[in-house]
């Protein structure tokens, strides 16, 4: 149990165009879905949490408008990449959790994107 | 502020070795104390965890103690096997664990050769 998943695992696309990772907790309700990016050779950077049905919090230094993020359901959460460039290439990493108190997060296999 | 350092990797073994991956941490008030591990193609899974001073997590025969007088919670196996290879993320939450506030390490890759 306790499983999630991210679609594309991997995207290639131009620089200008957005792109939209989508991030499923298969077996469970997620009540808050985590976004993280991680650098080569870096820890993995939290950049915004969200719950269903409200507007995400994002971390200082994140862009709201450039990552947009919607938990429209229990289990899907999806984060978009807006005018993507080549400094956004990253592997993001999505995690779910069920409670609304600290209940252990589970993670996605995350989504390598490269914009070209 | 809250960081965590881990010894840098990769990290190469044979097979039935003792592995130590050191893991130290800077934070304000008491934090919580995580070891995650991701295998090859796969999500982070929570490996063993510590919420206070001198717990022992352990888990598949991994232990980690959280030592407050050396901020550290090393993870340590005595026999590691080929399927233990994977990357090994030491973290922490600040002040007990508030969701969405784990502070991660950069990762030690491990590679175990039969």
Redesign the interface.
Known sequence: GAVVSQHPSRVICKSGTSVKIECRSLDFQATTMFWYRQFPKKSLMLMATSNEGSKATYEQGVEKDKFLINHASLTLSTLTVTSAHPEDSSFYICSASRGLSYNEQFFGPGTRLTVL | GNS?TQMEGPVTLSEEAFLTINCTYTATGYPSLFW?V?YP??????LLKATKADDKGSNKGFEATYRKETTSFHLEKGSVQVSDSAVY?CAL?PN????????????TKLSVKP
């Open positions: 965590v995650y991701q193609g796969e999500g982070l899974q929570l993320f939450t007990g664990g508030s969701q969405g506030n784990l502070i991660f390490g950069k990762g």
